[in-house]
């Protein structure tokens, strides 16, 4: 019986897999669907907000590297 166990867990993780990519994918469309409208850093709240929500966060921080070459 250990064959069909070993299908069945890769069975299991090909459908991690496949959600993880789903999940990954969906994120990343509602981003993109945030941007466009994005000219100004007062409208980049939207698109943070989209993020804060695919995390699952409350808050985030931006920062601006001090050393431009950095």
Do not use: K
Not at 6 to 35: K, P
Not at 37 to 56: H, K, N, P
Request: one cysteine or more; charged letters at 35%; glycine letters at 4%.
């Amino acid at each position: 019986m250990e064959p069909d166990n070993e299908i069945v867990i890769e069975g299991d993780r090909i459908e991690d897999v496949r959600q993880d990519r789903l999940w990954f994918l969906e994120s990343m469309d509602l981003i993109n669907r945030a941007i466009p409208d994005t000219d100004d850093f007062g409208q980049m709240s939207r698109v943070l907000d989209a993020v804060l929500a695919i995390f699952g966060r409350d808050h985030a921080w931006i920062v601006y590297p001090c050393d431009p070459e950095s």
